[in-house]
């Protein structure tokens, strides 16, 4: 079955650049949609943005200034990067597959989540 | 952004009860409702999209209404996995939102 796992450095310095990547097995990144989630204790449960497998990206405008996603197809990966952290970027990550697309009716949800990375901003 | 708000923020219940969790948005989102439940540890699950759609694997005991602004996830029969948090969220449009999340604790 498909897993998918968060992995990266767990701390990172204040105004550095977190990165994560994210490892898909037991399936294929195409034709799908996928987003990156954190749940932190001030802010509950924040969708960061989705990059589909051919690259297109929508992010979350609050965030927008400061992130990146992308995708490598070779090597059944995601990744993101958020620079300029601060302590309120302390959070868990999580990566999802989506499933979504544009249209009309379509319901977009997150129907597979990885267990999560928690990453905290501190010197 | 749609706010979404939930209630209760928290309840006590036991194993059998039917526990009902409500979700509101900020404004109309038709039935792009989806709600999960999340595990310290685990990956989160989806249970219903769609509003009422059951996920494939999810027990028949989960269900979903609502449409418009106000929204219900009902356990028919609590048991004792199902002790966890409860988000909604909403899919009508960008950025997706997530509620604060229920905890349902044992009684």
């Known amino acids: 079955q498909v897993q998918l796992q968060e992995s990266g450095p767990r701390l990172v310095k204040p105004s550095e650049t977190l990165s994560l990547i994210c490892s898909v097995s037991?399936?294929?990144?195409?034709?799908?949609?996928w987003s990156w989630i954190r749940q932190s204790p001030g802010k509950g449960l924040e969708w960061i943005g989705f990059?589909?497998?051919?690259?297109?990206?929508n992010y979350n405008p609050s965030l927008q200034s400061r992130v990146t996603m992308s995708v490598d197809t070779s090597k059944n990966q995601l990744s993101l990067t958020l620079k300029s952290v601060t302590a309120a970027d302390t959070a868990v990550y999580f990566c999802?597959?989506?499933?979504?697309?544009?249209?009309?009716?379509?319901?977009?949800?997150?129907?597979?989540w990885g267990r999560g990375s928690l990453i905290t901003v501190s010197s | 952004d749609v706010q979404m708000t939930q209630s209760p923020s928290s309840l006590s219940a036991s194993v059998g009860d039917r526990v009902t969790i409500t979700c509101r948005a900020g404004r109309i989102i038709d039935n792009y409702l989806n709600w999960y439940q999340l595990k310290p540890g685990t990956a989160p699950k989806l249970l219903i999209y769609g509003a009422s759609s059951l996920q494939s694997g999810v027990p028949s005991r989960f269900s979903g209404s609502g449409s418009g602004t106000d929204f219900t996830l009902t356990i028919s029969s609590l048991q004792l996995e199902d002790f966890a948090t409860y988000h909604c969220q909403q899919s009508y449009t960008p950025p997706f939102t997530f509620g604060p999340g229920t905890k349902v604790e044992i009684k």
């Open positions: 037991g399936g294929s990144i195409s034709p799908y949609y």
């Open positions: 990059i589909h497998y051919t690259g297109t990206t």
């Open positions: 999802t597959r989506d499933h979504g697309g544009y249209g009309a009716n379509v319901v977009w949800y997150f129907d597979l």
